[in-house]
């Protein structure tokens, strides 16, 4: 079957490969029918997820409403004591936490700036919510390609407001600084009256790359923002801590932005469920990962960022024609019952496009040494 594909006149399941692609109804197909995932967790329907929160719930268990009672303040606790802070608030989104506490902070310091990586959230994926919604400024710091370090943000001539810091970068491959450089920018900021937040969607993520408890990680910020529907596998959710004067406030916010919902209890269990199921695998997941890397490192067709990863989380670069490999991979998929990617983006370099890979409990049931063959077969299917 192999030669004959090389030589572009193979028909695989009916189809001609060259001349007709995938179409959706295609993909849910091989979707259904596949049992191995490289990324993330094997996928659950709504209907098995609900099924999996009706176990995990305490029968006797009553319903938050506005943000009160014991299941969601509990959890709130939860968290604020694990991240070392005094209070936390629970809210639908990031997108809702960041931008409150950046604004809390900037109007106590009298100053709307705001200094972070250009390839930030608030930056690339949430339409200026942070200048029309909350009258912010931002100011970006260092190369989009690289972490910024403390002489980036000493170049600034500005009074800064608030400083944000992603921990880990996903734009860029889930780089992280090293932990004498986070003190550095932590402490000069802090130094100069800056407010420091920390953009952690990802931070579950951290705790091996710096082998420090989260407390201490989040204990250089004086906000912290963290996911739950991540690798956590949350429905969704989030949870902003900080000082209980800041926490209270941001509350007020969040009825203002109607993020006060009459109750949030399904995200809420999710969140708890996902932090008993999956924060003490985060180790295996980093380790895989670079496992991973190392293997793929072999393939000439393949470059990876960063190398080795530095968390759960990496980019591959893959040389090649863009939509052939496309194509290959969902034809692998219907070939091995294994999902490797299932779309790629373009890059600067034309010869190259990417995916991100995200290692969760699916990718360990995969043996390591099984994933460079199956990329091999999608190069040599995509010539």
Not at 23 to 44: G, N, V, W
Not at 209 to 216: D, I, K, S, T, V
Not at 289 to 317: G, K
Request: aromatic letters at 10%; one cysteine or more.
């Amino acid at each position: 079957m192999l030669s004959s594909f090389l030589h572009g006149k193979s028909v695989v399941k009916g189809w001609w490969y060259f001349s007709m692609s995938i179409t959706e109804q295609d993909k849910e197909r091989i979707l259904s029918q596949c049992k191995r995932f490289l990324a993330m967790h094997y996928p659950r329907s709504p209907r098995e997820v609900l099924h999996d929160l009706t176990e995990f719930v305490d029968p006797e268990a009553k319903a938050d409403r506005y943000g009160g009672g014991e299941l969601i303040t509990s959890f709130e606790e939860e968290i604020a004591h694990l991240l070392g802070k005094e209070a936390a608030v629970f809210m639908p989104s990031g997108t809702m936490c960041q931008p409150i506490a950046l604004r809390i902070w900037c109007e106590r310091k009298g100053c709307k700036r705001v200094a972070y990586h250009p390839t930030c959230h608030l930056e690339i994926h949430e339409y200026d919510g942070y200048q029309r919604l909350h009258g912010l400024e931002r100011v970006l710091l260092g190369s989009d390609r690289q972490v910024f370090t403390l002489e980036d943000l000493k170049s600034v001539p500005e009074t800064l407001g608030a400083l944000l810091i992603e921990l880990p970068q996903r734009e860029i491959g889930g780089q992280l600084p090293s932990w004498e450089e986070l003190v550095e920018i932590t402490t000069w900021a802090r130094e100069r009256g800056i407010a420091t937040h920390l953009d952690g969607a990802r931070l579950w993520e951290c705790k091996p790359f710096y082998q420090r408890e989260y407390a201490e990680i989040a204990g250089l910020f004086d906000t912290v923002y963290v996911s739950f529907y991540k690798v956590l596998e949350g429905i969704a959710g989030a949870v902003l801590a900080g000082p209980a004067d800041i926490i209270a406030e941001a509350r007020i916010w969040q009825r203002r932005q109607g993020g006060n919902l009459i109750s949030l209890y399904p995200y809420v269990l999710s969140a708890r469920q996902g932090m008993q199921k999956h924060l003490g695998r985060i180790d295996e997941y980093c380790a895989k990962a670079r496992e991973i890397a190392a293997a793929l490192s072999d393939l000439p067709q393949i470059e990876i960022l960063p190398n080795p990863p530095q968390t759960n989380m990496l980019h591959l670069f893959l040389r090649g024609d863009r939509e052939r490999l496309v194509d290959a991979a969902w034809r692998v998929a219907e070939e091995t019952q294994t999902v490797l990617f299932r779309m790629l983006t373009p890059t600067l370099v034309p010869q190259y496009s990417k995916f991100e890979l995200s290692i969760g409990e699916a990718a360990l049931e995969i043996p390591t040494e099984e994933i460079s063959p199956l990329f091999r077969r999608v190069f040599e299917m995509a010539e």
